[in-house]
């Protein structure tokens, strides 16, 4: 079956725009997650989200960073203005259930900040 | 504050020789442990996991040991093979219930041929 999916694979961008990066998760799992993957660096958990319940913001650095997930299904991360170290490639997991470790994790966006 | 770590960052293997991929870990909350396997251009891939409650763990190939006495976590790779050539990631949960995972930074094998 389909996997996470996530658009744009690549993203190159001036310092100050904004941008938008997609992921789809896989058709009925009800958790997905944000990660940022510097290069040569673990991952680092950004956000969070479980069914309709309010997402855990907690990973977000700065206020720059926002996510919504419209209908329970397919997820928008937000850069305003970025920056030249918001450089990173981003990724996205889906889980089955709440609480599952089991993520499912998408190909990535590498974002690069000019 | 909270840490997962490796040991080496790079390791280099013969064909058909076993692997050991070493990680420590800081957070004594941590019950659940989970290696991931990234190869170049793709997201991580789960490979195994083990719980707290275990010391070892055995899938197709591999075995996750846990020494929770030292926090350390291992994955050992039987008859490695050029395909197993991937970053490997471990991770813990943390204090977290929810699915969030904390990454150590990885550890790349290398499988000479």
């Known amino acids: 079956g389909a996997g996470v999916s996530q658009s744009p694979s690549n993203k190159v961008t001036e310092k100050g725009k904004d941008v938008e990066l997609r992921c789809d998760p896989i058709?009925?799992?009800?958790?997905l997650y944000w990660y940022r993957q510097s290069l040569g660096q673990g991952l680092e958990f950004l956000i969070y989200?479980?069914?309709?319940?309010?997402?855990?913001k907690s990973g977000l650095p700065s206020d720059r960073f926002s996510a919504e997930r419209t209908g329970g299904s397919v997820s928008t991360l937000t850069i305003q203005r970025t920056q030249q170290e918001d450089s990173a490639v981003y990724l996205c997991?889906?889980?089955?259930?709440?609480?599952?470790?089991?993520?499912?994790f998408g190909p990535g966006t590498r974002l690069t900040v000019t | 504050g909270e840490s997962v770590g490796l040991h080496l960052p790079t390791l280099s293997v013969q064909e058909g020789d076993n692997s050991i991929i070493n990680c420590a870990y800081s957070?004594?909350?941590?019950?659940?442990f989970i290696w991931y396997k990234q190869e170049s251009g793709k997201g991580p891939q789960f490979i195994i996991d083990?719980?707290?409650?275990?010391d070892k763990r055995q899938g197709q190939r591999v075995t996750v040991l846990l020494n929770k006495t030292v926090k350390h976590l291992s994955l050992q790779i039987a008859a490695t093979q050029p395909g197993d050539s991937a970053v490997y990631f471990c991770?813990?949960?943390?204090?977290?219930?929810?699915?969030?995972?904390?990454f150590g930074q990885g550890t790349t094998l290398q499988v000479k041929p």
């Open positions: 997991a889906s889980s089955l259930v709440q609480g599952s470790y089991e993520q499912y």
């Open positions: 058709s009925g799992h009800t958790a």
């Open positions: 989200f479980q069914g309709n319940s309010a997402p855990d």
């Open positions: 957070n004594s909350a941590s019950d659940y």
């Open positions: 083990i719980r707290s409650n275990m």
């Open positions: 991770a813990e949960n943390g204090s977290s219930n929810t699915g969030k995972l904390i």
